[in-house]
């Protein structure tokens, strides 16, 4: 079973958005076993969608659009599926019902256009929405099928699970399973990290199953991601379990994590662990720690809080920092500890460094000082110079910071 | 002049990554007036990224390919430039003198896979690295090109300005100029954007340039974009200004921005233009208001930074709001107030709501309070019910809270 996806929109040829619905799309079919082995970009032109449905349809079983399907002149996607199909768009009272339902309920005007979303090419089946007004469709074309989803991610998502994956599992009757394994990695490169596995690399390549991949995913780290196909969900695990080891072995003190867990994720878990509260204080970093630390449900537990000291005044007068230069590790551990002290948390970690794009304090962009402060009063520093520009630069920096707290963590009993 | 864009990479197709890279290169594209119809994806599979290319040539001029040209196993894109060219790989001394000496001077070891980036298809342009390891590649086949650059987007971002695009302009001769506007817009929904410009659409479709199109951006608002074609530089300028006022005349009280303003950097020019400073309490969004406006360079001028109150206790105890429920706007006021105080800022701005999954203060999930503090003690707040799960309620709560700002900001004398 083969599965192709088409984005439908100019703004994504033009890069005023960044597709990132084919990319969700392929992770969920990836994992029930279903190939996808092309995915295009196609601008708002009728004959242009067409044509790239066509040809995404020609090597698969099945195609997914996504877009195309809102209210406005420029939504083409319905349009051009009745042509593939070869029927007429129909009027669909139960939709136009919905729609006016939907706005009515949430007290909102409804511009007459939302009803261009209750036409459906006749002989589609449809997706009903459950958060918007498009509806999705299921469209038979031959022996094949095509699949219409809203662009809006959120509306996607839902139809996608649903409704598009059962009915794609039905048709590839029994699918093999594929199921991958990544484990997240902070402080080696791609290259090394490809050196230190090269002894099971070419086992995998005679093998072909499973397979391995790198992944350099910004403050995400670096990902090793493990693929494997199997008859059953049991021989996929076992076959994992086993190549999970012999990649551990060659790397457990890069590995912070796997699948989803992030580095400010493993941190919050090792903290709650040791009943210990967060305090942070960032400068660089203006809030980027601490936005990613929030990003994840019952954060509260365990985060108190922060102090954004991105002016020095507020280094010296909030956080108790000593007037002087503020990119060092000396000033890192005063904010630490101000920001423990501040915000009555167990730990506190503090960041400060030059972003660019001017130097400051005679340190060069990209330098990174890292404070820390443990409950009974101990501190810690580190110094590092990251690469990048502005944004990689932070981004560097959170996950930076935080691997540092990580490994003192790990050394701390529970 | 047409060039499509190929992404290679299996992590593209399996979505843990997103292809981030093709869109830039469309953006890149556009701006100089060369059209990309078709952009693909595909994974790190020899037969098929030659497939690839070759379907992305078929109907263009040149095709430009990001990502596989790494030291790793699954790094292709050389092989594949190679076989469709028909000549051998050739190893280039230079490359490698280059790529050993900049190891050597960041005192960093070298895996020797890294010196596989010296391979080079015979009778390829070489685009020398400023930034990176993998140098790009300019490829003739026939009477059309083929150009690759590394998937790391500086690198390639850094290839495109300073390699590919001259190539291309050159080749394309007088290329006709398309130029966009974008106007940045917050406060109403896409449809009724569109309901409002009914009037000149209809107008614009008969004329077919310039192009208008809407596109949803979360925290960036929703863009409305204008593109013209036209000989000249000057003749766009004037279309592009012409359309620029219809359009305003429209939506003007909706419009914060244009192109690369956003919402962040609007309300600090109007802070600054008054000699204001701002410090701002977060809640809800723990981080992610401070997070953007730092990543506008300068902003220090004006931005003093912010207290992360995450939990009730920090609230009370540094802010000094009154205990009891703090999802209110009475808290956000005294949030406000307390962030004024406490980082001897102008302004105070505060945002306190429920991202969720749980309701707080028997307040729903998607309840955000803004509250802001004027020097001369005046306060204001605000109360909104925002859509979406919880990544989506933080970011709406950023621009939301930002454009309340700003709405009391424009009623200032400067």
Chains 1, 2 share one sequence.
């Not at 960044?18 to 708002?44: F, M, P, R």
């Not at 009903?128 to 031959?142: D, F, I, K, S």
Request: charged share 20%.
């Amino acid at each position: 079973m083969k599965c192709n996806v088409v984005a439908v929109g100019t703004e994504l040829l033009l890069g005023q958005i960044v597709d990132t619905n084919s990319s969700y799309i392929g992770e969920q079919l990836a994992a029930v076993g279903i190939g996808s082995h092309l995915q295009l970009k196609v601008g708002d032109n009728l004959a242009r969608v067409v044509a790239a449905i066509r040809l995404a349809l020609e090597d698969a079983d099945a195609v997914i659009i996504c877009g195309g399907l809102g209210p406005t002149h420029d939504d083409l996607t319905r349009d051009a599926l009745a042509e593939i199909m070869g029927v007429p768009l129909e009027h669909n009272d139960h939709i136009a019902q919905l729609i006016t339902n939907l706005f009515a309920t949430r007290n909102r005007y409804m511009a007459p256009n939302n009803l261009n979303q209750a036409q459906v090419p006749r002989g589609a089946t449809i997706i009903e929405q459950t958060r918007g007004t498009a509806p999705g469709l299921m469209c038979p074309v031959g022996n094949k099928v095509m699949y219409a989803m809203p662009g809006v991610p959120h509306e996607m998502y839902d139809m996608m699970s649903r409704a598009v994956l059962p009915d794609l599992l039905e048709r590839s009757g029994e699918a093999s399973v594929i199921k991958s394994l990544v484990l997240r990695t902070w402080g080696e490169s791609e290259s090394a990290l490809n050196e230190r596995l090269d002894p099971i690399i070419d086992e995998l390549e005679t093998l072909g199953n499973p397979t391995l991949a790198f992944l350099a995913s910004g403050w995400e780290g670096i990902k090793v991601r493990l693929t494997v196909k199997a008859a059953t969900d049991t021989e996929a695990d076992a076959l994992l379990s086993t190549w999970e080891h012999k990649v551990r072995a060659l790397t457990d003190d890069l590995v912070f994590g796997t699948n989803t867990d992030t580095m400010e994720s493993v941190v919050l878990k090792l903290l709650e662990q040791r009943g210990w509260t967060l305090g942070i204080a960032e400068s660089v970093t203006g809030g980027l720690v601490g936005g990613r630390i929030t990003s994840i449900p019952g954060a509260s537990r365990t985060f108190r809080g922060g102090i954004i000291s991105y002016t020095s005044e507020v280094k010296f007068d909030v956080l108790g920092v000593d007037r002087g230069p503020v990119v060092s590790e000396q000033a890192a551990i005063q904010m630490a500890v101000g920001a423990q002290r501040t915000l009555n948390a167990s730990v506190g970690l503090a960041l400060t460094g030059v972003a660019g794009p001017d130097e400051q304090d005679g340190q060069p962009v990209g330098t990174l000082c890292v404070g820390i402060a443990f409950p009974d009063g101990r501190t810690f520093s580190s110094i590092s110079q990251l690469p990048g520009q502005r944004d990689q630069m932070r981004q560097f920096s959170v996950i930076n910071a935080l691997s540092f707290l990580r490994k003192l963590l790990l050394a701390e009993p529970r």
